[in-house]
């Protein structure tokens, strides 16, 4: 950060004409870093520091779409915190299955003045990804991303409005550009992913398959969590296979593991623990 505000300095001294624009870049990279080290911390009361960045004013397509991004992120862990706060739920991961069904089953416990403002928050969040992926529309990383974000988000608007709003379609958007990209990044690499004891992964391409196995688990979590949540009883699918009709030996294997990120090997197990007690139930 110190560097920053160094080479800050020396290219104020060059180009006064570009110094609002490059004022403007430094805070948004350094409210980031910010937000980043709140979330790494399990911080959902996130400071204001985006709202100090004139985003109208920045140009580069890449760096209005992290402005947009991160200001709907902003938004959402301000929403989220409140609501985690008034259902007691700050030790707890909300997007687990049992986080889930305790969010779903106390929602009408809330005030109806602490709805209203987390729906606010909820609803600004929602237009700031819009906003960004209006301008990174044409990009290959970023639509993964934000339709991750704004799914989550639906998802919880229409659970505190107790309306049906569309956010499968944008999860399973999120799931199909995060897929897309992770082939792409195999094309790159050369990777046969028939044949796994031969691949020599990166940290990188680890990181983006956990996004992708992320994903998918949490589109499960919430199908899980709630019945009322699938229209007539439709099939639960983790890569187009329906996973009540197999195994749990299967879904084990079928399941993609990442090592390095114990969040997704949690919900997997989780799953699987559920659906084999429904079976049981049903049997």
Request: with cysteine.
């Amino acid at each position: 950060m110190s560097e920053v505000d160094r080479r800050c300095e020396i290219l104020h001294s060059v180009s006064k004409g570009n110094s609002i624009q490059i004022t403007e870049t430094i805070k948004l990279f350094k409210a980031v870093v910010s937000y980043q080290s709140f979330v790494a911390d399990d911080n959902f009361n996130i400071h204001a520091d985006l709202l100090h960045v004139r985003g109208p004013i920045l140009r580069n397509p890449v760096t209005k779409t992290i402005y947009h991004n991160y200001l709907g992120l902003y938004y959402n862990k301000k929403g989220m915190h409140l609501l985690r706060e008034s259902l007691n739920m700050n030790s707890v991961d909300i997007l687990s299955i049992d986080g889930l069904e305790l969010a779903q089953k106390n929602i009408n416990t809330i005030e109806p003045s602490i709805l209203e403002e987390v729906s606010m928050y909820l609803k600004s969040a929602a237009e700031q990804f819009d906003k960004a992926l209006k301008v990174s529309s044409e990009d290959v990383m970023w639509p993964g991303f934000i339709n991750y974000n704004k799914a989550r988000t639906v998802y919880f608007l229409a659970l505190l409005s107790n309306s049906e709003l569309n956010w499968l379609d944008i999860l399973d958007e999120a799931i199909e550009s995060r897929s897309r990209l992770n082939r792409l990044i195999d094309e790159i690499l050369m990777i046969d992913r028939s044949k796994p004891d031969d691949i020599v992964s990166t940290h990188l391409r680890e990181f983006f398959l956990y996004q992708e196995e992320l994903a998918r688990t949490v589109k499960l979590n919430i199908l899980l969590s709630d019945n009322l949540t699938r229209q007539n009883n439709a099939p639960i699918l983790y890569k187009g296979i329906n996973i009540s009709d197999i195994s749990n030996e299967k879904l084990t294997d079928l399941f993609v593991s990442i090592q390095k990120f114990s969040t997704v090997s949690i919900y997997q197990e989780k799953i699987i623990s559920r659906l084999k007690n429904n079976l049981a139930v049903t049997s």
